[in-house]
């Protein structure tokens, strides 16, 4: 299928798994964030939105790099993971983990700070003089309100993965079915000038992020014209 080798299929599935679980993560800690930002007064919220969204900007490879030297065996947590008789994180799939969550980071924080900002405090508060505790405030209330933003987040956290590579190819290297994900595979065959096993597998990618983001789209007018409606 696709003309695409049973390696390249381990990278894929290695990918997938890392944006799965990346983007499951990056959302269960990042909602606490988000809604900091958003409602939080505070002038050290400008300093923490700047840090958040350093990733926009800064070279993958910077990003990696420092990663790379934080995790390694010489580094403050390698180190320490070592001393108590653990392996550190460089080149790992828990560092490939690490790394894409710290990338990613401005691609779930930003959409989710938006969607509650958007929403306001107004619901929640005539939420709590119905006497609806914190729980059901954020199934009934909140989730409904900033499920565009959500989605978003997802969507765009878990396509972003796909497509990452500097700070992968730094952190995790090229280990086959380990830290080999699709984006590094299609680099080696470039490099060795296999340009048809380059071309199979990077169609897969754009073939499989354009539908994704075809699908939030198309999910996003279907809410906005369920609000008119509503």
Excluded at 18 to 28: C, D, G, K, N, R
Excluded at 37 to 50: D, G, T
Excluded at 77 to 87: H, K, P
């Amino acid at each position: 299928m696709f003309g695409i080798a049973a390696a390249d299929w381990v990278a894929l599935q290695l990918t997938l798994k890392l944006a799965t679980i990346s983007t499951l993560l990056l959302l269960m800690l990042c909602v606490p964030l988000a809604w900091w930002l958003a409602f939080s007064p505070r002038r050290l919220k400008v300093m923490v939105e700047a840090l958040v969204a350093l990733p926009l900007v800064l070279p993958p490879t910077v990003i990696g790099f420092y990663l790379l030297i934080l995790l390694g065996p010489r580094g403050a947590v390698g180190s320490f993971l070592e001393s108590i008789g653990l392996n550190h994180l460089a080149f790992s799939f828990t560092g490939l983990v690490i790394g894409s969550m710290v990338y990613s980071l401005p691609f779930v924080v930003q959409p989710l700070q938006n969607a509650f900002q958007s929403m306001g405090t107004r619901p929640l508060e005539a939420a709590a003089t119905l006497r609806a505790g914190p729980l059901d405030r954020l199934i009934t209330v909140v989730l409904p309100l900033t499920r565009r933003g959500f989605l978003t987040a997802f969507v765009l956290s878990f396509a972003h993965t796909l497509g990452e590579f500097g700070v992968l190819l730094m952190i995790g290297g090229s280990i086959p079915g380990q830290t080999q994900v699709a984006s590094i595979a299609i680099y080696s065959h470039v490099e060795a000038m296999d340009y048809s096993a380059a071309h199979a597998l990077s169609l897969l990618l754009l073939v499989m992020a354009f539908a994704m983001l075809m699908a939030v789209y198309a999910l996003n007018r279907r809410f906005r014209l369920v609000g008119v409606a509503g």
